[in-house]
């Protein structure tokens, strides 16, 4: 059906309106350009028209962006380009709404950190139930950043009373040779995300407060053999790249009133040719152990630019091709071999039945 409708959307006062619409009417411009409707703001009410069922949903995106800063809450870009996704997909955009209310924890600049898709939601809420949670993803998923923000608000919070942060060590895919420096001047560019991240939530004068003090610990996975975290909030990231003993020596470095969160991409592994992944095979080592949660994210997750979740599936469709090629080959060079193995033996069955006849003559 589609029909032209037209609806309308009440709004308190003018600031409202102008928070509404963005900066030069640039969510007005977002909003249009994903729905099959136009959007007109006259006297603090936004009328809505345009074919039916994009009329219907604009407006209820609208009422609900409303509501929220008329609460006293903001509206991002992201934040909107994150409604649009679920309202077109036929997700609840109450419930995606109020995935954008759940903060987790505020920056030291006054931003809230808050789960901006269903994928992370479920994350969180997993994070929340269980002691030890794996979050499975591609790039730009939110998968370190919110382990960071949940990992620093249960610190905030006095539940745990230290943080423990850990990387492999592992090259991606291309050879540095010997830096300089001592053991921790050679491994900080690894772990350079995780400061980066530190640094964006808690400020630098912080954060440099909580590592003098060990409060916060950013150490290479090798680091933690040997070692048990008591009262710890402890997260690994770029796990594909651990092996499976150094999986197993993680997960068993957890003590008493700690929670770990581990974070890896499967499709970007950078170990050696033969060396399986620990995080491929903790799948299915810890599959339905009560405690543990395994959260996939997907390209619906992405909350980078809006190219990052372009990129992720052009890749996705590029390794399906790549497989499949694989595949095929595979089965050619199976089928040809099949062959080359007939022919010999009806050349040795031929060779055979000719020297029996040789030797009857």
Partial sequence: MNEQDERWVAVGDSATLALVLGVK????????????????????????????????????????????????????????????RSA????????????????????????KIVPK??????YVEAVQKNDLVFAI???GTGKTYLAMAMAIAA?????????????????????????????????????RPLYDALYDILGMQKCQRHLERRIIEVIPLAYMRGRTFNDSFIVLDEAQNATVLQMKMFLTRMGYGSKAIVTGDITQIDLPHGVRSGLVAIQ???????????VYLT??????HPLVQRIVLAF?????????RMESNESENLRKRSVRRIQSRHEVTGSDEVERGEVET
């Fill in 25 to 84: 009417d640039e969510y007005r411009r977002l909003l249009e350009s994903a729905f099959d409707a136009s959007i007109i703001a006259r006297d603090n009410v936004i009328h809505i028209r345009g074919r039916y069922p994009d009329v219907e949903r604009l407006a209820e995106l609208l009422r609900h962006m409303v509501a929220v800063i008329e609460s006293g809450g903001s509206v991002t870009q992201s934040d909107i380009r994150y409604l649009i």
């Fill in 137 to 139: 993803g591609p790039a």
């Fill in 117 to 122: 898709t269903k994928g992370q939601r479920e």
């Fill in 284 to 294: 299915e080592i810890l599959k339905g152990v009560p405690g543990v949660a395994f």
């Fill in 155 to 191: 610190l905030q919070r006095r539940q745990v009373s230290r943080l423990v942060l850990a990387r492999p060590a592992v090259e991606a895919g291309e050879k540095l040779g010997y830096l300089p420096g001592n053991i921790e001047e050679k491994v900080d560019p690894y772990l």
């Fill in 299 to 304: 390209d619906k997750d992405v909350v980078r």
């Fill in 316 to 324: 996705e469709a590029w390794e399906h091709a790549e497989r499949m």
């Fill in 88 to 111: 077109l997909s036929g997700e609840s955009i109450a419930e995606a709404v109020q995935g954008l209310a759940d903060c987790i924890v505020i920056t030291e600049r006054g931003q």
